[in-house]
């Protein structure tokens, strides 16, 4: 949450940073600020509101120097307004040493705030940020060395930060400094960048250097030096972006969540390239640093997540139990983290995250390997805290996802389960027959989900009739249910329709209470081994006058004839069936939101990381 951009070299910093805050304001856009230096001068710009807002002070008053830092805010301490937003000033009596912005949380700010207080500190603002840059002026009393100051009061801090640093007295330099906060570097010719995303940099370069926690760096344009707070001096490692070109532009899309949506063919042939193998009936992944042997030894599987990721690791408990007749368990992070869940030492735990920086995703990753437990990651996020900290795991190769609700990310982790799901049943009883019929099922997933999205100007129309309505209904069995969780969040996230999704058979102990002709009940409905119970339930819901909607396979009049909208997806083999049936219920919130006006990449209170617990 919240997105911070710096930049030192020979160009105007403020149209970088401005750039780069846009492309992170999907991180958080309660308010939007810069600072920068020019010769001894401090420039700071800041407004409540989003990136547009900052841009326009910055057209009014114009904010010179070649160098800056700038953030984008999703509030925690003190509302949106334009003071809490950041950067943050540090000085006594007017005199202002130093600009800081900051991400995560400092827990111990208020006796940290009391204590300069005492000493003469005003405060702007209601932000825990604020007493670092107060923390790092006072040093700047006593030291010309803007690092150093840095250095010493991060041991003062407790908490999390991913922190950017711009000081009148040292015209050219930025210092950074990473705990649990994610922070990047990149590396241009005779210039350098400083980002919490290499989204907001990726189009200047694509050569980066991740900060690891404890980690502390000085850029200038034309030198970049890192130490470790307790080890000393580093040498960094560089890393290489292979995004494509295109990857961080809306490319002519209205939004990036539809740009997403219709990225997802090419998102699974990403995911599954070079993991297939035909001739073996089986998928391989080359980072899980098990060897065969170990993965037959392991009697459990749970999985860690959240939100969508949570969705998508429902979807790879049914894959798993079919494909490997191994036990699974989907656990929320945030709740697997804290419990006394027994494991023992023949469970895998997998933790999800298209981020891979979700706070309390990162907190099930350490606990459990705290507990001593093989701790493995489906990450799409290349560097990502979550990535590092596994001991192995399976990225996504879905890009950068951008839209606050996600999508493309959603079919890159179920095609990756389904592949994990073959591969783990082929090292057990699954024969190479039935193995190759999997491997065809995927291989054919790409050009089924192109299909799908020809549904789109049905889904519209089914969008028009239901744009109006208050709550909704989404139900789904066996492999479907985890699709139609997936449906109601997507929904109430980008649209503020109430929504809840529900194991199908489970509607009749409540929800049915709720049916009435205003309650939209999305069915998610292929054809496939339940189908005929479906259909049952179909009945009950339009016994009471309810409105049906159904995701169904293309030419099922049966289901097509109960239901009063029909969204038709391509026939496929079921263990793919999701990824199809995810499309309609993806198209159906975007097309909702937008008639109701919706701000969709930037949905009320959300933000796309949750770094936070
Ligand atoms: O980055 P992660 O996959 O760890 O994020 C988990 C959730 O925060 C995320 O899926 C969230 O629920 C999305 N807004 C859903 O669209």
Not at 15 to 29: S, T
Not at 136 to 163: H, K, M, N, P, W
Not at 311 to 333: K, M, N, S
Not at 462 to 486: Q, S, T
Request: glycine share 10%; charged share 25%; net charge negative.
């Amino acid at each position: 949450m919240c997105g911070i951009v710096g930049y030192t070299g020979p160009q105007r910093a403020a149209p970088i940073l401005v750039g780069g805050l846009r492309r992170l304001e999907y991180r958080g856009y309660d308010s939007a600020g810069l600072a920068t230096v020019e010769e001894d001068r401090l420039i700071l710009r800041k407004r409540a509101g989003r990136v547009r807002a900052l841009e326009e002070l910055v057209e009014e008053q114009p904010a010179p120097g070649g160098a800056g830092i700038s953030h984008t805010r999703w509030a925690t301490h003190g509302p949106a307004s334009d003071r809490n937003a950041h950067p943050h000033l540090g000085g006594r009596g007017g005199e202002w040493r130093v600009a800081v912005v900051h991400n995560g949380v400092i827990e111990n700010h208020s006796a940290l705030r009391r204590e300069l207080e005492s000493q003469g500190f005003a405060f702007a603002s209601q932000t825990d940020t604020e007493v670092i840059a107060h923390l790092i002026a006072r040093e700047l009393e006593s030291t010309t060395d803007l690092f150093e100051a840095v250095r010493r009061i991060l041991q003062r801090l407790e908490g999390t930060y991913g922190l950017g640093v711009v000081a009148p007295e040292h015209p050219g330099e930025i210092i950074g400094a990473r705990f649990g906060s994610p922070l990047v570097v990149g590396l241009g010719e005779g210039e350098h960048f400083l980002a919490s995303d290499p989204v907001a940099i990726a189009p200047h370069t694509a050569r980066v250097a991740y900060l690891q926690d404890g980690e502390v760096v000085r850029l200038t344009p034309d030198h970049f030096e890192m130490r470790h707070l307790e080890h000393g001096p580093i040498t960094p490692r560089i890393d290489r972006l292979d995004w494509k070109p295109d990857a961080v532009e809306l490319g002519g899309h209205a939004h990036y969540m539809i740009k997403e949506i219709f990225e997802q063919p090419e998102t699974v042939v990403d995911a599954c390239r070079g993991r297939l193998r035909r001739g073996e009936a089986t998928a391989v992944f080359g980072g899980l640093n098990l060897t065969d042997r170990q993965l037959r030894r392991i009697r459990r599987i749970v999985f860690a997540a959240c939100g969508t990721s949570w969705h998508a690791a429902l979807v790879g408990e049914y894959l798993i139990e079919r494909l490997a007749h191994l036990p699974v368990e989907v656990e929320y992070a945030s709740e697997f983290r804290y419990r006394n869940a027994p494991m023992d030492d023949r469970t895998l735990v997998f933790v999800l995250s298209q981020s891979g920086e979700t706070a309390d995703t990162l907190g099930a990753l350490r606990e459990a390997r705290r507990r001593g437990h093989l701790t493995l990651a489906i990450v799409n996020t290349v560097g990502s805290s979550i990535a590092r900290e596994s001991e192995g795991g399976i990225y996504l190769h879905a890009g950068p996802e951008v839209g606050v609700a996600s999508t493309k990310a959603f079919s890159a982790q179920v095609a990756v389960l389904a592949m994990l799901a073959l591969y783990l049943g082929r090292l057990r009883h699954l024969s190479f027959p039935d193995g190759l019929a999997v491997v065809e099922a995927i291989d054919s997933a790409p050009a089924l989900i192109g299909e799908a999205l020809q549904s789109e100007p049905e889904v519209e129309r089914a969008a028009d009739r239901i744009a109006g309505v208050r709550n909704a209904l989404y139900l789904g069995r066996d492999i479907h249910f985890p699709v139609a969780l997936e449906g109601a969040l997507k929904l109430k996230e980008i649209s503020y329709i109430h929504a809840e999704g529900y194991p199908t058979a489970e509607m009749k102990h409540g929800p049915i209470a709720l049916v009435d002709r205003e309650t939209p009940c999305i069915f998610v409905a292929p054809r496939g081994s339940l189908h005929a119970k479906t259909l049952s339930n179909v009945e009950e819901v339009r016994a009471r006058h309810g409105m049906v909607l159904a995701v169904g396979t293309r030419g099922d009049s049966t289901l097509a004839e109960r239901a009063d909208i029909f969204l038709p997806i391509p026939e496929a083999p079921e263990v793919i069936q999701p990824l199809l049936a995810v499309v309609p219920l993806q198209l159906l919130a975007y097309h909702v939101a937008l008639r109701r006006g919706c701000d969709i990449d930037k949905p009320r209170n959300l933000a796309k990381s949750v770094t936070v617990e």
